[in-house]
C-alpha cells in the first residue's frame, strides 16, 4: 500500500516565506542602534539604515548612489578606494573580518571616532558586496581622554612634590653630610672616608629623584619643549641601564602644543622602556622630525624584536600608545626590523600653528 506524498510547499508558500524572512532581515537592520551601511566592489553606497542617517546626519537619499569616502575625512578618504582595489586584486585583508577603529566625517563636516567592522558577502549572482558596522565611540573616547588627562595630572603633581620636596631636603641632607666629613677630614678621623661615602650616594639619589621628577611632568613649552624632554629621556635612560640611547633630528623640529608634546613623549617614554625591559635592546634610537605636515616620532632598538607572546604589562602599555596617537589624530605603528629588533612609528599631523 502507497503511502501519499506529502504536498510540496506551493510557489505562493514559499515567495510568502521569503517576503517574511527578508522583511525581518530588513527590520533588524533598521532597529539596530548602529550604522549598518552595504557597498559594491565600486565602493558606491547601496543600502543605510536609518541609525546612518542619526550618526552622520545624511538623509539616505543623500547618500545611496554615491561613494563611501564621502563619510571618512582626509587623508582616509583619498586612500580608501587604492585600498578596496588593493584588496580586491591582492586578497589582503586589512580591515574585513577584523575590526579598527577610525574616524568618520558628518554632513557638517565634523570628524568623530567609530569602531569600524566590515563583511564581505558573494551574492549567487556572482556580485560581491561588503556590509559595514559602524558604532560611534564619542562618549568613550571623552572618558578615555579624561581618565588619561587625571592620571597626567596626578604624575604631574607627584613630579612637582619630588622636585619641589623630596629633591630639596636630599640636597640639604647632602650639605650638611658634606659639611661634617670636611670637618671630620680635617681632625683626621678615619669616618670621614665612610661620610665621603654617604655624601656620594645622597648626591646620586638626589639626581635619581630629580630625573624620576622630570620624567612624570617632563615638558614645558619654555624650557625647551618636546626636543628638550627626548634628550633628557634618551640621557636618563643611558645612565639607568647603561646602555647606547640616542636622540637624533634632521632639523629642529618645535611642537607648539604642550598637550600634543606630553602625548608624543609618552609615547616616546613607553617605547623606550619596552626596548630596555622586554626586549633586552643594547641600543635605542629615539628621532623625531617634521614630514609633508606631520610630525612623526621614530623608536627603534636592536633587541630581541616583538615576541609571539608579549610579556605581563606590554599588552596594556600597546594599548595605551595606540590611544594617545588616536587622540592627536595620529598613528601608530609597530613593527620588527628587518635586521633585528622594534621600531614604533608614531605619526601625528602637525598643529596648525607650528612653524
Known amino acids: 500500500m502507497q503511502h501519499p506524498e506529502p504536498d510540496e510547499p506551493s510557489i505562493a ?130 572618558l578615555e581622554d579624561k581618565i588619561l588627562r587625571i592620571s597626567e595630572e596626578e604624575q604631574a603633581r607627584i613630579g612637582q612634590d619630588i622636585h619641589d620636596d623630596l629633591c630639596q631636603q636630599l640636597a640639604a641632607i647632602g650639605c650638611l653630610a658634606k659639611v661634617a666629613q670636611k670637618n671630620l677630614s680635617k681632625s683626621g678621623s678615619p669616618e670621614a672616608q665612610s661620610l665621603e661615602e654617604i655624601v656620594r650616594l645622597v648626591s ?51 611642537v607648539n602644543d604642550n598637550q600634543m608634546s606630553v602625548q608624543l613623549f609618552r609615547i616616546a617614554q613607553e617605547a623606550v622602556s619596552n626596548a630596555v625591559k622586554h626586549s633586552q635592546a643594547g641600543r635605542v634610537d629615539i628621532h623625531l622630525a617634521r614630514q609633508s605636515g606631520y610630525i612623526v616620532l621614530t623608536i627603534r632598538d636592536n633587541g630581541v624584536g616583538i615576541p609571539e607572546s608579549p610579556a605581563k604589562g606590554t599588552g596594556m602599555g600597546l594599548l595605551t600608545m595606540s590611544h594617545r596617537a588616536q587622540m592627536m589624530a595620529g598613528t601608530l605603528k609597530v613593527e620588527p626590523r628587518t635586521g633585528g629588533g622594534t621600531q614604533v612609528i608614531c605619526s601625528v599631523p602637525a598643529p596648525v600653528k607650528d612653524p
Request: net charge positive; hydrophobic share 40%.
Open 204 to 254: 646620586k639619589a638626589n639626581t635619581r629623584a630629580r630625573e624620576t621628577s622630570r620624567g612624570l611632568m617632563p615638558v614645558v613649552l619654555d624650557a625647551g619643549g618636546l626636543m628638550k624632554a627626548l634628550e633628557e629621556l634618551a640621557d636618563s635612560t643611558a645612565r639607568a641601564y647603561e646602555i647606547k640611547c640616542v636622540f637624533r633630528y634632521d632639523n629642529p623640529v618645535q
Open 13 to 142: 508558500a514559499l515567495q510568502a516565506a521569503l517576503q517574511a524572512s527578508a522583511q525581518i532581515s530588513s527590520a533588524i537592520v533598521e532597529t539596530a542602534v548602529n550604522a549598518i551601511i552595504t557597498i559594491d566592489e565600486r565602493c558606491i553606497i547601496e543600502s543605510a539604515n536609518t541609525a546612518t542617517e542619526r550618526l552622520f546626519g545624511y538623509k539616505k537619499e543623500e547618500i545611496i548612489g554615491r561613494n563611501i569616502s564621502m563619510l571618512m575625512p582626509q587623508p582616509y578618504r583619498a586612500r580608501h578606494d587604492d585600498y578596496v582595489r588593493n584588496y580586491l586584486r591582492s586578497g589582503v585583508k586589512r580591515i574585513i573580518g577584523i575590526g579598527r577603529e577610525a574616524l568618520a566625517q558628518r554632513k557638517d563636516g565634523s570628524v568623530f571616532p567609530i569602531d569600524l567592522s566590515v563583511g564581505e558577502a558573494v551574492l549567487p549572482s556572482g556580485r560581491r558586496i561588503f556590509a559595514g558596522i559602524i558604532r560611534d565611540l564619542t562618549d568613550r573616547k571623552v
